[in-house]
T-cell receptor
Framework: QQQVKQSPQSLIVQKGGISIINCAYE??????FPWYQQFPGKGPALLIA?????SEKKEGRFTISFNKSAKQFSLHIMDSQPGDSATYFC????????????FGKGTMLLVSP | GAVVSQHPSRVICKSGTSVKIECRSL??????MFWYRQFPKQSLMLMAT?????????EQGVEKDKFLINHASLTLSTLTVTSAHPEDSSFYIC??????????????FGSGTQLSVL
């Protein structure tokens, strides 16, 4: 199974709130789980990534929570800002992160002022 | 940080013409580059994997004779859309993997090319 299921499809959060985006996967061979941020008309940019040997990784306002047994991982954006409004993609790859990325379908986040 | 330069950012062409899109890694060498296609409000769809000095590997359903990929150097890959038709209109994105990196942890994306075929 190569699929990565992402939810919700869209999300509206008030400024200062917490944005949470979830992803689930089936292939237990996946060993690298990145999140990408994409603004309209631009390519994706790596936001934060995690490997399955840790359950959480935090970088500034962005945190990945990883649940290996449930085969789920999520992105939390603390103190969400209007500048965070973008489309977010989760992804997964295997072979120590060398295989091609399998992307989720994306979540359009709108942070209202 | 590492930069992948993709040109042009936007191109409009007539049906039946060919369009070339360039993808350059500016400050690292990339043995492997990837080409994606993205429709509005949809995810990235991998078209092909390009390895320097060898033929590209195309994903199922992608016409290799229509989407010509050349990866002649460690810093440049090109995608040529031949005999473009309106249905080829899309946002094309390249990515490059740092040869000295740690797999996809050192994978960087270009800024994309919006192709419009009239």
């Amino acid at each position: 199974q190569q699929q990565v299921k992402q939810s919700p499809q869209s999300l509206i959060v008030q400024k200062g709130g917490i944005s949470i985006i979830n992803c689930a996967y089936e292939n237990t061979a996946f060993d690298y789980f990145p999140w990408y941020q994409q603004f309209p008309g631009k390519g994706p940019a790596l936001l934060i990534a995690i490997r399955p040997d840790v359950s959480e990784k935090k970088e500034g306002r962005f945190t990945i929570s990883f649940n290996k047994s449930a085969k789920q991982f999520s992105l939390h954006i603390m103190d969400s800002q209007p500048g965070d409004s973008a489309t977010y993609f989760c992804a997964a790859s295997m072979n120590s992160g060398y295989s091609t990325l399998t992307f989720g379908k994306g979540t359009m986040l709108l942070v209202s002022p | 940080g590492a930069v992948v330069s993709q040109h042009p950012s936007r191109v409009i062409c007539k049906s039946g013409t060919s369009v070339k899109i360039e993808c350059r890694s500016l400050d690292f060498q990339a043995t492997t580059m990837f080409w994606y296609r993205q429709f509005p409000k949809q995810s990235l769809m991998l078209m092909a994997t390009s390895n320097e000095g060898s033929k590209a590997t195309y994903e199922q359903g992608v016409e290799k004779d229509k989407f010509l990929i050349n990866h002649a150097s460690l810093t440049l890959s090109t995608l040529t859309v031949t005999s473009a038709h309106p249905e080829d209109s899309s946002f094309y994105i390249c990515s490059a993997r740092d040869s000295q990196g740690m797999g996809n942890e050192k994978l960087f994306f270009g800024s994309g090319t919006q192709l419009s075929v009239l």
